[in-house]
């Protein structure tokens, strides 16, 4: 999992012209709202105040507020388990309900002679806006959730095509003064023989100057080890089967037959199965 500079670095457009987005949403939400409550008094018959729908439309100012005091710390919710973002999506309910009922209550104490009692604030707030501040974080984390998701996995897309096009496509054997390039996709196996390694391909044998291991990190992942003496080219696996005692014998493309050893069996089963 990629973490905090990295993460940053994947960040998706949050900033920027997204802000006006977020705004012309927010004001959207509070004229709807406003209309709302109008059409509201329409219906009971009772009297509409402007004043009163709007103050209590503080609720949708602290939804700009969060935005523009969290977008920074947005990748982090990437890496966050269920039980967290739960967490997380409580706080964020928490908190909005008694920023937004602490903020009714102090403007009303500034512009009217008698302010609105805060226990009240809280429970109007409760009872009207509970649903709409649990909704909009809801979809706001599912949201950017799955756009780090998807942005982590382009970019590992990005980065596979480009090893892919870098990555080296030979094998350099060196046997005294010779040097031969071998092209990984003609290799079958390669067989440790001590102190060197054997490299079998369709049509010859080569003798390397090197250990398993340290040819092993040359590699690309279609070679895969299964023996502590033999790695294969998984591309030319035809079958393999079961000697009863944990090992196999795996059958390679030009009838080349190598064991299979039970303790690499399981890797091997998985690059199988995909």
Same mark, same amino acid.
Request: one cysteine or more.
């Given at each position: 999992m990629i973490t905090g500079a990295a993460h940053r670095e994947l960040q998706p457009n949050f900033r920027g012209?997204? *802000?006006y987005s977020v705004g $012309?949403? *927010?004001l959207s939400g509070i004229v709807l709202t406003i209309i709302q409550d109008y059409l509201f008094t329409v219906r009971?018959?009772?009297s509409f105040?402007?004043?009163e729908s709007l103050l209590f439309k503080c609720v949708w100012v602290v939804f700009g507020l969060a935005y523009m005091f969290s977008n920074k710390y947005f990748y982090k919710i990437e890496g966050m388990n269920n039980q967290k973002l739960v967490l997380l999506l409580g706080t964020l309910i928490a908190s909005h309900t008694c920023i937004t009922s602490v903020m009714v209550w102090w403007i009303s104490w500034i512009f009217k002679e008698q302010g609105y009692g805060i226990a009240k604030i809280i429970a109007f707030t409760l009872s009207n806006d509970s649903a709409k501040i649990l909704l909009v974080y809801l979809l706001s984390i599912l949201f950017i959730k799955k #756009? @780090? $998701?998807q942005k982590a996995k382009q970019d590992e897309s990005k980065a596979i095509r480009l090893r892919s096009k870098t990555q080296v496509k030979s094998l350099q054997i060196n046997n005294g003064k010779?040097?031969?390039l071998v092209n990984f996709e #003609? *290799? @079958?196996c390669i067989k440790a023989d001590s102190p060197y390694v054997i490299v079998h391909t369709s049509d010859n044998s080569f003798l390397h100057t090197s250990s398993l291991k340290k040819l092993a990190e040359k590699l690309d992942s279609r070679f895969v080890k299964i023996h502590r003496s033999c790695i294969i080219n998984m591309d030319k696996v035809t079958s393999y089967k079961s000697r009863l005692n944990g090992d196999y014998d795996v059958s390679l493309s030009g009838d080349i037959q190598v064991r299979l050893s039970r303790n690499y069996a399981k890797e091997f089963k998985e690059v199988i199965e995909g």
């Open positions: 012209e997204p *802000i $012309a949403v *927010i009971h018959n009772t105040v402007f004043y #756009s @780090y $998701a010779q040097c031969n #003609s *290799i @079958y």
